[in-house]
Structures are given as C-alpha cells and as structure tokens.
T-cell receptor
Framework: GAVVSQHPSRVICKSGTSVKIECRSL??????MFWYRQFPKQSLMLMAT?????????EQGVEKDKFLINHASLTLSTLTVTSAHPEDSSFYIC????????????FGQGTRLTVV | RKEVEQDPGPFNVPEGATVAFNCTYS??????FFWYRQDCRKEPKLLMS???SGNEDGRFTAQLNRASQYISLLIRDSKLSDSATYLC???????????FGSGTKLNVKP
C-alpha cells in the first residue's frame, strides 16, 4: 500500500512551547489529509481535514488557532500545536488519501506528544 | 449522536473460534466503508474495504446493510495474531471525511 511518513514519532515539550508535526505522502499525491487525536483507550477523533492549497476545515470543538494546519503541497501537511499544555498530551496521527472516490486513507505512524 | 458506533468489547475468544463485530452509522449519505485494524500504540492499518455486495478475504468477511445502516466483520478460525482493536470507518465523500468508530477490542486466547 501507499506510504505516509509522520515525524517525529515522539516528542516531549515544555508547557507553553509549540510543536510541529509533519506528515508526508511518499509515493502518491495526497489531495486530502486528515489529522486525528487519540487519547488512551479512546477512539480516533477527527480534528481537521485539509485539502492542498486551501484552509483546513476543523471539527467542532477543535481550536483552529491552537492547532495550526498547513497543507502547502500535495505531499506535505503539518500540524503545529501552539502554546502546548499538559492536556494536549495525546497521540496525534495523520492520514492521507488521493483523488479517487472510495479509496481508503493511509496512515502515518503517529506522534506521541507529552507536554510537561 | 455519534457518526459511527461500535461495541467496545472486549471480545475474548479461544483460538479457532468465529467472531463477528457490528458497526452502525448515522448518516445515510455515507458512501464508503472500511474496517481497519489497530494494534496497541500503533497506527491503524486497512484490513478491508466493505462493498455493497459483501466481500471476503481469506478468513475475513465484511458485509454492508444500507437499509439498516450497519456493517459487519466476521472472522473465522481466529488466530492469536488477530488480537487487536478493529475500527469501523465511514467516509462521507461529499464532505471528504473519514469517521472512526471507537473500536472493538478482540482478545484471542490460546
């Protein structure tokens, strides 16, 4: 299957700092990328959907000024957690899909963020 | 109401057993359906797509019932390696979003 690379896999940061997570599609053009968050023993929750070259669409309850998403090219999307707090500690995972209808999404390896 | 609902389990079954999971979705406009598998602390991986006519891949069979708005996954002859969380995923193409169920945990015991 297609490959999506997410970096970093783990990050520990101090409260109040910002963290950037990258998501790259390595062998296909990702028209759409999705960002999810997963707390322990909970489901993957969709945070936002981004299409290349346009602003991300955020799900209800997700602060767009806190979770900045950039999808500047067909192979790269970034999520920046600004002014991180301990409650932002979670598993963040991206997924990407191409242009065809009914195709599945391919997932990055995930980033475990710990804010101390 | 959640977009996608699943029984969280866990389902504890012996090796060789047959086990079935169901998943219901709330939006009749949903167009694509998938089952993903997620191992502990790993990313989800596609297990199979779910087609209207139903589809089978080895020991795994997926079914879609649009009238009742549910999809199912049947696993035959369970293996220890099948132990994982199985996620039901629904895609609303018009909105180009994937929604996940909370996952059903399966434990296959020797």
């Amino acid at each position: 299957g297609a490959v999506v690379s997410q970096h970093p896999s783990r990050v520990i940061c101090k409260s109040g700092t910002s963290v950037k997570i990258e998501c790259r599609s390595l062998d296909f053009q990702a028209t759409t990328m999705f960002w999810y968050r997963q707390f322990p023993k909970q489901s993957l929750m969709l945070m936002a959907t981004s299409n290349e070259g346009s602003k991300a669409t955020y799900e209800q309850g997700v602060e767009k000024d806190k979770f900045l998403i950039n999808h500047a090219s067909l192979t790269l999307s970034t999520l920046t957690v600004t002014s991180a707090h301990p409650e932002d500690s979670s598993f963040y995972i991206c997924s990407a899909r191409g242009d065809s209808v009914n195709t599945e999404a391919f997932f990055g390896q995930g980033t475990r963020l710990t804010v101390v | 109401r959640k977009e996608v609902e699943q029984d969280p389990g866990p389902f504890n079954v012996p090796e060789g057993a047959t086990v079935a999971f169901n998943c219901t979705y709330s939006n009749s406009a949903s167009q694509s359906f998938f089952w993903y598998r997620q191992d502990c602390r790993k990313e989800p991986k596609l297990l199979m797509s779910v087609y209207s006519s139903g589809n089978e891949d080895g020991r795994f069979t997926a079914q879609l019932n649009r009238a009742s708005q549910y999809i199912s996954l049947l696993i035959r002859d369970s293996k220890l390696s099948d132990s994982a969380t199985y996620l039901c995923v629904v895609n609303k193409n018009n909105f180009n979003k994937f929604y996940f169920g909370s996952g059903t945990k399966l434990n296959v015991k020797p």
